[in-house]
Each structure stands twice: as structure tokens, then as C-alpha cells.
């Protein structure tokens, strides 16, 4: 008979702790997108160090390269050389198009980018045109904030032959 009222409980409560649970996913999806808008403020900037603080303290990029940056320390050495000098994205302007946010568990979120890369120079020094990039990421709370735990961005294609948007999921 306990048995019965547990799952009986359960059941009526299910609900309104989904409610719950929902409501403060959508508190933190603006803290989630907040981490697009601040890296991109960041990379405009040329600002390597801002950038990289973003990042979990374990967390990691992989380039379109395929070259991994196993955490907060190797993103800032990776930024730091590209958006120096002579670097391909030392002059270049980053804009965000797209930032959509999927929760998987309250505190790691899955956001897919769209971004276009201007300004952007090739191993020669030649400019190239904009580049699209998708970016898929997971992000999570640390120590209360959202930060970066996984970043992997494509490999970039010009603008115009992007391909369509990703469809949304179905549930």
C-alpha cells in the first residue's frame, strides 16, 4: 500500500517538478546566449584572454583543423596566436546569426551557432571572403556561471554556399 501512495505521489508531482525544472531553463537561457554575445564582443576586440575566460576551466576546443585544445589555458595560447600579428584573425569581425539553446540537463546546455567570419586571412596573408562556420557547444555551470565545456566549429564554407539550417529537433 505504501508502494501505491509513492508512485501515486510521484505521479501527481511529476508534473509541477517538470514545471519547475522548465521554468528555470528559461532563466538560464539568456545566461546561455549571454556567453555568445561575450564572445563575440570579445573576439571583435581581438581580446584572447577574455575569450578564453569563457571557457570551463577543463574545457576544450577542437579546431576545423582538428587540432585540440584540452582546456582554458591551450583555448587562450590558440586565440592569442590567431588573433595576433600576423594571425588569420587579427583584423577579422565575428557575427553571431544564429544562437539557438537545447537544454540536455539543468546545468549543460547544447547551442548551436551560426556564424560569419569577416575579414578572415589565409597562410599567405591573402583575405579571404566571409566564412560560415556551425558551431556546436556545450556549455555548463561552474561554480554557478555558465561557461564553455565543449567547442567544435566546423569546417568554414564561404557564405553564400552555406548549407540550410539545421531542422529543428522533434520530441
Do not use: C
Not at 584573425?89 to 544562437?99: M, Y
Amino acid at each position: 500500500m505504501t508502494k501505491r501512495r509513492t508512485l501515486l505521489a510521484v505521479a501527481i508531482l511529476a508534473p509541477f517538478a517538470a514545471l519547475a525544472l522548465a521554468s528555470g531553463h528559461l532563466d538560464d537561457t539568456a545566461q546561455v546566449k549571454k556567453l555568445g554575445t561575450d564572445f563575440k564582443a570579445a573576439w571583435n576586440k581581438h581580446e584572447p584572454k577574455t575569450m578564453a575566460a569563457l571557457w570551463a576551466t577543463e574545457g576544450d576546443m577542437i579546431d576545423p583543423a582538428g587540432k585540440h585544445f584540452a582546456n582554458r589555458a591551450d583555448v587562450e595560447k590558440f586565440f592569442t596566436e590567431k588573433h595576433s600579428g600576423a594571425g588569420e584573425f587579427a583584423k577579422s569581425t565575428f557575427e553571431l546569426k544564429k544562437d539557438s539553446v537545447r537544454f540536455i540537463t539543468p546545468d549543460v546546455a547544447l547551442s548551436d551557432w551560426e556564424v560569419v567570419i569577416t575579414g578572415q586571412t589565409a597562410s599567405d596573408g591573402s583575405a579571404s571572403g566571409p566564412m560560415f562556420y556551425r558551431v556546436p557547444i556545450i556549455s555548463k555551470k561552474e561554480a554557478g556561471d555558465w561557461k564553455f565545456a565543449a567547442v567544435r566549429p566546423g569546417m568554414p564554407q564561404p557564405e553564400g554556399e552555406k548549407s540550410p539550417s539545421t531542422p529543428k529537433p522533434t520530441r
